[in-house]
């Protein structure tokens, strides 16, 4: 199992960035994908996740109404466009997988992992 993740990088406050996260080595349709972050000095956490299958989503209350979590079937790719974006978004921002059918929020429930992308929001 592979998880590429990119499109991080430094934006202004208010701005937009889209991640994507590759997925290779698995049958997406069993898979339930997340996205966490983790801010220096901070634990990681949860923002996005979406059931494969059925695109069902799911978000943290920090980032719901401006982040939005998508796949393409074709491009095995999961992606995480996040708009209105704050200096408290700041972090590094990793793509997880579940085989699962079911979005849950602890990062030790997904046993595979993407390198991270560093996000940078400037105030």
């Known amino acids: 199992v592979q998880l590429q993740a990119s499109g991080g990088g430094l934006v202004q406050a208010g701005g937009s960035l889209r991640l994507s996260c590759a997925a290779s080595?698995?049958?997406?349709?069993?898979?339930?994908m997340g996205w966490f972050r983790q801010a220096p000095g901070k634990e990681r956490e949860f923002v996005a996740g979406?059931?494969?299958?059925?695109?069902?989503?799911y978000y943290a209350n920090s980032v719901k109404g401006r982040f939005t979590i998508s796949r393409d079937n074709a491009k095995n790719t999961v992606y995480l466009r996040m708009s209105s974006l704050k200096p408290e978004d700041t972090a590094v921002y990793y793509c997880?997988?579940?085989?699962?059918?079911?979005?849950?929020?602890?990062?030790?429930?997904?046993?595979?992992w993407g390198q991270g992308t560093q996000v940078t929001v400037s105030s």
């Open positions: 997880a997988a579940r085989a699962d059918l079911r979005v849950v929020t602890t990062g030790d429930s997904y046993p595979h």
């Open positions: 080595g698995l049958t997406l349709s069993s898979y339930t």
């Open positions: 979406i059931i494969w299958w059925s695109g069902g989503t």
